[in-house]
């Protein structure tokens, strides 16, 4: 019987939200985010990074990715909301704001996620 290497705990495939339950948590960052407002259609508020507008229609579906502000690879939430954020499919493309491969290693990394949890912070709004 052959025995699979053992992953180390960086390896493993990190839980990610899929389909409606994806569309759930993103309308559950979108409430508590402040630079959300509820119109007819869904929601627009403005990504984490760059502040251009995110769409959310209201069962959640969105062009916008889920941020895990301190990355999943070291230990941050994935269902935490305030490590969690929206950014637009650009910045998520971008690969210089990526932050992951070295945090927490790089004190500029370490840099990057502490203002954006500030940032995260201050748009928080308790879920009505
Ligand atoms: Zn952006």
Known sequence: ???K????????????????ARQDLILEIVK????FEQYAEG????????????????SGQSSGTI???VPSSAGGSGT?????????SRCNNEKGIRHDP?????????????NLLAKRKKRWREPG
């Not at 929601?43 to 209201?58: E, K």
């Not at 070295?102 to 502490?114: F, G």
């Open 5 to 20: 290497r053992r992953l180390r705990e960086e390896e493993k495939p990190q839980p990610r939200a899929k389909g409606s």
């Open 80 to 88: 935490d909301l305030t490590n969690l954020a929206l950014a637009c």
């Open 67 to 69: 941020e895990h502000i």
């Open 1 to 3: 019987m052959s025995r």
């Open 102 to 114: 070295v945090y927490p290693s790089d004190p500029r990394a370490v840099e990057v996620v502490n």
């Open 43 to 58: 929601w627009v508020g403005r990504c984490l990074h760059c502040n251009t507008s995110i769409h959310v229609g209201l």
């Open 32 to 35: 508590t985010d402040v630079t």
